[in-house]
């Protein structure tokens, strides 16, 4: 009976791989992600911006708890966008994407090194150091956009 038990865990263990490379169901599954994805990245993004420009009271913890947020989510939409067929699922995306696969990924990544800069800048609680870190994240965001969105 354990022996049993043990091998369907073991193959249970070694399926998940395999599961996990097949997250989207199709591209148009895919293109629904990475647009959720990038809308949570513009909820907190906006957010802080509305702190640091003054617009809504500035507070310590829910920038902190938001800038968290960006460090998780701007690792997420990247590989929605290398599913076969996402090139036509529909979006703001452009074609120069997927001609320029890798400098677009490389954007990405840079994009969340940016969000844990401006996490630990949260943290250090110097507005300076804040609206610095900040600038460097919105103008990567921007200069992608810029390059890459209708």
């Not at 640091?52 to 997420?76: C, H, M, N, S, Y």
Request: glycine share 6%.
């Amino acid at each position: 009976m354990k022996k049993a038990l043990f091998a369907g865990l073991a193959t249970l263990v070694m399926s998940l791989p395999l599961s996990a490379a097949t997250a989207f169901t199709d591209a148009t599954d895919a293109v629904k992600y990475r647009q959720a994805a990038f809308q949570l990245i513009r909820h907190n993004m906006g957010d802080i911006n509305d702190m640091i420009k003054g617009d809504v009271a500035f507070d310590p913890e829910r920038l902190q708890k938001r800038a968290d947020a960006l460090v998780l989510v701007t690792t997420l939409p990247w590989e929605a966008f290398q599913v076969a067929g996402t090139e036509q699922g529909g979006g703001d995306a452009k074609a120069d994407i997927w001609k320029n696969i890798d400098e677009f990924l490389l954007r990405g990544e840079k994009l969340a090194a940016d969000a844990t800069a401006l996490q630990v800048a949260a943290k250090s609680g110097d507005r300076n150091q804040l609206r610095q870190a900040f600038g460097n994240f919105a103008r990567n965001c921007k200069a992608c956009h810029d390059k890459y969105k209708e």
